[in-house]
C-alpha cells in the first residue's frame, strides 16, 4: 500500500507538471516551506521518536495510557495553533528572507497559499499522523498506508477539474480537501483503540520522558528544517524552475526510501521497543544485522537502477505537456546524485528508531547535527565558490546521509557490544557483485531497446522501455544473488511462502462468510 500510494504521489506531480511550467511550480512547492517546519517539527519531531515507546510502555494500566497519552496529544495541540497563528501573522516577513531570488509578485502568492495551507491543512495533517501514532502502537498499519491514496487522488481531481479557472489555487483546495479526508479516514484507527482521549493536560510521568526525548529530537528537525531551507534560498538563486527540479528529483529519490527505509523503521520500532525492554540484547542484535542486510539487499540495486535509467525515470514521473527537455535533464542528472544517498538514507530511518527502542534520542541528534552542518557548508562552498548548478546540492546531501550512518552504525555497534561485521562486510560485498554486473547489462540492453524496439518519443514506450529493464534487471540481480549465495534471497521465497497462506486465510474466510 505504501509503493501504492508514492505512485499515486507521483501522478499528483506528474499531473502538476502537466498543467504548469517548472517557474510555476516553484510558487507552488515553495508554498509548503512554512507549513512543513511545523509539521516536521511537531509529528517528526514529537511524534516519530517518542509517542510509539511511551504508548507502549504505558499500554498494560488504561488509566496511565489515557492520562499520558491525552496529555502529550493536548500540547501538542496547543504548540501547533501557536505556531499557526504566529506564522500567518508574519508570513508575509519570513517568506521573503528565505526566497531572496523570487520576483515581488512570486513572493506575494507564495505568502498567500503559505497561509493557505497553515489553517486549512496543517491541523488536519498534524491529528491524522498522531492517529497513525495510535495505530502503529497497536500494530495495525494498512489503514495509515491506504489513506494518502486519497490525499493524492483528491489533488489531482481538484488540478485536473479547476485549473482553468483558479490556476495554482485549484491544487492548494486539493491538498486542503485532501488533508480533511486524510484524517478522517484514519479516525477508525482511534475507535479500535483501547486509548480514550481525555481533555487533561497533567504533569505525568509519562509527559516528563516524553519531553526527555523530544527536546533533541525537535532540535535535530529544526536543524534538518534548516537546511532544507537554505537548499530552497539557493535555488532561488540560481536558474528559474531550480527549485522544482531539486523538489522533484528529491521525492523520487525518497520513493524506495519511504517504501523501504521508512517502512522498515516504522514497522521495527514497535518489536525493537519491546525487545528491548524484555532485556533480549541477543534478538535485539539479530533484528538489526537481518535488517541492514536486507535494507542492503533491497536498495543497492535501486540505486544503480535510478542512476542509469534517470532520464526514463524522470520523462515517466514527471513528463508532463510543460516540464521541457532542459528540466528533464537537470531533474534527471540531479536524481543520479540524489540515488548516491539512497541505501544510507534508508538505513537511517532504521538505524535512529534502534536508538528510540532504548529511549536514546540524544545519540542521533548530535550525529544529525554534525551532518547537516557538513550539508550546509558543502551546499554553500558548491554553489557560491565553485559556481556549480542545482545538482551540488544533491551531491552534499549524498555525502552528509552517508557520514551520518556511518557514525551511527559506529556508535550502535558499541552500545550493544558488538555487531556482526563480517557477515555484514561479506553479505554486502556478494550484493555489490551481483548489483554492477546486473546493472552494466541492462543499461547496454535499455540503449539497445531505445530506438531500435521502443519509440521513446511516446510516454507509453517509455513505460514500455523501464518495464522491460527494470524486469530483466530483477530477475538477473535475484539469479546472480542466487548463485553468489546471498542469504537475503530466502527472504523473497519465505515472502512468497507467506503471500499464499495469507490469501489461503482470506478464502476460507470469505468462503466461511458466503
Not at 497559499?113 to 498499519?141: H, Y
Not at 479500535?192 to 497533567?202: A, L, R
Not at 535488517?291 to 535501486?302: E, G
Not at 551546499?379 to 556511518?406: E, H, R, T, Y
Amino acid at each position: 500500500m505504501i509503493v501504492l500510494s508514492r505512485l499515486f504521489g507521483f501522478l499528483r506531480y506528474r499531473t502538476l507538471a502537466g498543467y504548469f511550467t517548472k517557474e510555476e511550480l516553484d510558487i507552488f512547492f515553495a508554498s509548503f516551506r512554512i507549513p512543513d517546519i511545523v509539521f516536521e517539527i511537531l509529528i517528526t519531531g514529537a511524534l516519530t521518536s517518542s509517542f510509539i515507546p511511551i504508548f507502549i510502555k504505558y499500554q498494560k494500566d488504561k488509566e496511565e495510557l489515557n492520562n499520558n497519552i491525552s496529555s502529550i496529544i493536548n500540547i501538542i495541540t496547543l504548540i501547533l495553533f501557536v505556531f499557526i497563528l504566529a506564522l500567518v501573522i508574519f508570513a508575509g516577513s519570513i517568506i521573503p528572507l528565505i526566497t531572496p531570488g523570487f520576483s515581488h509578485e512570486k513572493i506575494t502568492q507564495i505568502v498567500y497559499f503559505s497561509r493557505i495551507l497553515l489553517v486549512g491543512q496543517l491541523p488536519f495533517l498534524v491529528f491524522a499522523n498522531i492517529l497513525t501514532g495510535i495505530g502503529q502502537a497497536n500494530k495495525i498499519f494498512i489503514i495509515s498506508a491506504v489513506a494518502p491514496l486519497v490525499y493524492n487522488l483528491v489533488i489531482i481531481a481538484a488540478t485536473i477539474s479547476f485549473s482553468n479557472s483558479f490556476f495554482l489555487l485549484a491544487p492548494i483546495i486539493g491538498v486542503v480537501f485532501g488533508a480533511s479526508l486524510l484524517f478522517a479516514f484514519q479516525l477508525p484507527l482511534y475507535f479500535s483503540s483501547e486509548f480514550i482521549y481525555k481533555p487533561v493536560m497533567k504533569i505525568t510521568k509519562g509527559l516528563k520522558e516524553f519531553f526527555s526525548l523530544v527536546v533533541p529530537r525537535v532540535i535535530t528537525v529544526i536543524a534538518a528544517q534548516i537546511d532544507a531551507t537554505v537548499d530552497l534560498t539557493l535555488t532561488t538563486l540560481l536558474t528559474a524552475g531550480s527549485y522544482t527540479i531539486f523538489y522533484l528529483a528529491q521525492h523520487l529519490q525518497l520513493l524506495p526510501v519511504s517504501v523501504i527505509g521508512i517502512a522498515f523503521g516504522q514497522a521495527a520500532l514497535p518489536y525493537l521497543s519491546e525487545v528491548y525492554q524484555q532485556k533480549n540484547l541477543d534478538e535485539f542484535k539479530k533484528i538489526i544485522t537481518e535488517s541492514i542486510l536486507s535494507t542492503l539487499f533491497l536498495t543497492v540495486p535501486i540505486m544503480t537502477f535510478f542512476i542509469f535509467a534517470r532520464t526514463p525515470l524522470v520523462r515517466l514521473f514527471f513528463g508532463g505537456q510543460k516540464f521541457d527537455w532542459y528540466a528533464t535533464n537537470q531533474t534527471a542528472l540531479t536524481l543520479s546524485y540524489f540515488s548516491l544517498s539512497i541505501p544510507a538514507h534508508s538505513l537511517y530511518y532504521f538505524l535512529t528508531r534502534c536508538f528510540y527502542a532504548f529511549l536514546d534520542s540524544r545519540t542521533p541528534f548530535v550525529i544529525s547535527i554534525i551532518s547537516i552542518f557538513l550539508n550546509v557548508l558543502l551546499s554553500l562552498f558548491f554553489i557560491f565558490v565553485l559556481k556549480l548548478p542545482v545538482w551540488a546540492l544533491a551531491v552534499s546531501f549524498s555525502i552528509s546521509i552517508s557520514l551520518n550512518v556511518i557514525l551511527l552504525l559506529l556508535i550502535l555497534a558499541r552500545k550493544i557490544h558488538g555487531l556482526e561485521h563480517r557477515l555484514i562486510l561479506v553479505e554486502s560485498s556478494k550484493i555489490l557483485v551481483a548489483t554492477f554486473i546486473s546493472s552494466f547489462f541492462v543499461y547496454y540492453f535499455m540503449k539497445m531497446l531505445d530506438g531500435l524496439v521502443f519509440d521513446t518519443t511516446r510516454t507509453i514506450n517509455v513505460f514500455l522501455l523501464l518495464a522491460t529493464g527494470t524486469t530483466t534487471y530483477l530477475f538477473l540481480y535475484i539469479f546472480l544473488s542466487w548463485v553468489f549465495g546471498v542469504k537475503e534471497v530466502a527472504l523473497l521465497t519465505k515472502f512468497l511462502s507467506k503471500a499464499k497462506e495469507y490469501r489461503k486465510r482470506v478464502v476460507e474466510i470469505y468462503t466461511e462468510v458466503e
